[in-house]
């Protein structure tokens, strides 16, 4: 039984969420929906972003910082909310550390694995993880037969932390990206970065009503709750008045990441704080 | 006296060159060109890559231990072939290091003071580059009275790294970026990081004939043999047949660097060996 080979926190310790940026706060937003009681910790590696054009011996090192950094703050389950690294290091977390290590791949896989009727699916997402062939494995591994079709589309994240969320090129670009998979005919595809859900409205009008998306940010934080409410973790009682409900950190200055985050979330982020994550 | 203040090595010990990444290639290309007689120590700091949108405190943390690994190969002095890293933290280099070092700004701004005729001078860059305002520093103090406006142009990188160097959405996105460059009637326009004399045709097209183009990367190496011709550190042989004359270190995996190097410069870059450098 999983409760008996994890550390059991209290139940309104803090879930720690992590990512190599800012784009894990598209599924921040989501426990926050889904969870209002929970508290968060979350840590942006800003200093060492991005990770999806990284090796997996250098993501899973350092995933493993993050992870360390992340229980001296006592949280009582860890997010992976970056598609690469939850690609590359969650086995390696999951052996690791004695909490439960969730990532955002495995959610989505299984929503797009339910979600096709054709059997056709399209997975977009950064060089690493369509490299690592991660979704495939998943689905293959849940519904057989099905056919798979990654494609890497390295511009997307530049594109949406430039602003361009709505512009012709960020069009241009996503058409370029997405002719394989429309000439393929799959009906559903995975938004496999945490950034992508931003330009959501693009991808969708290019692609059609016809085909479904998959925001694994979404799946995710719904998966958490159910999973922190089989082993009784969830937080019943909303934090007292005036604690401290969000805590942000992250490795590179915080002004930059604040202005950013605030434009994803709409709860006032006042502060985050800079850590040396080198020392993990 | 120069000579005095730092430490001397052999005239055939090499040249140290660091970047963030791939982009100081392009310096390590003209030096080559320039003094084929050199021996190079090239490192790419693969596995933190950008710098530019990054914090001075932490590309000056970067800089330090990459300049701490390359003082471990004995090199006779330090080139620093990223804009960025010039930009935060050649001064704190200077301080801690007994060899002598130099960046690319300084060769860079000074070729462009000496080539407006209007005294209207333009460059491009990260957002860190045009964020320190160094460019304007130094050509102030060069020729007082001159205009220098900055444009940070953070889509650059990513579309070159895509390999988009000649294409219709570089060409959009640069007309965006040079528009306020071209209403202002610049004559002389800085290259203001090394991945930008990759799209020097395109840059070259929208800014037309009249406005000339700086490439820091050329001036450097100028610079750079300039000064070690003063300090007798010149290497007046060929290295030994046989001998290594080019070696590559990165912090991230090898592969991808050695694939994307290859297509820079024209000599066969069999190897990178990977380091960690967040042990220096």
Redesign the interface.
């Known amino acids: 039984m999983i409760q008996d080979m994890v550390k059991t926190y209290p139940k309104d310790a803090p879930i720690g969420v992590f990512d190599s940026g800012v784009g894990g706060l598209t599924v921040f937003r989501e426990i926050m929906r889904q969870m209002p009681n929970e508290k968060i910790v979350y840590f942006g590696d800003?200093?060492?972003?991005p990770y999806g054009?990284?090796?997996k011996?250098?993501v899973t090192r350092y995933s493993k910082q993050i992870a360390r950094f992340l229980q001296t703050q006592n949280v009582k389950t860890i997010v992976v909310a970056c598609n690469t690294a939850s690609a590359y290091a969650l086995e390696e977390l999951e052996a690791e550390i004695d909490i439960p290590v969730i990532g955002v791949v495995k959610p989505g896989a299984k929503v797009a694995a339910e979600s096709t009727v054709n059997g056709k699916i399209g997975v977009i997402a950064t060089e690493a993880t369509i490299g690592s062939k991660i979704y495939s494995q998943y689905i293959e591994e849940l519904k057989p037969g099905v056919s798979i079709s990654g494609k890497a589309c390295?511009?997307f994240v530049?594109?949406v932390?430039?602003g361009l969320l709505q512009d012709?090129?960020t069009d241009?670009?996503a058409r370029r990206y997405l002719a394989e998979l429309i000439d393929i005919d799959i009906d559903t595809l995975i938004l496999g970065c945490t950034h992508y859900p931003l330009i959501r409205s693009t991808v969708g009008k290019i692609m059609g009503e016809k085909v479904t998306l998959v925001n694994p940010a979404y799946e995710t934080a719904r998966e958490l709750k159910e999973m922190l409410g089989k082993l009784g973790m969830l937080n019943d009682s909303a934090p007292a008045l005036g604690s401290e409900q969000y805590r942000f950190y992250v490795?590179?200055?915080a002004d930059?990441f604040i202005r950013f985050a605030n434009s994803i979330i709409k709860y006032g982020i006042l502060s985050a704080k800079q850590i040396n994550i080198?020392e993990y």
Not at 46 to 49: F, I, K, L, P
């Open positions: 800003t200093a060492r972003v054009s990284k090796s011996e250098t390295p511009l530049p594109l932390e430039e012709p090129v241009e670009i490795s590179d200055k930059k080198e």
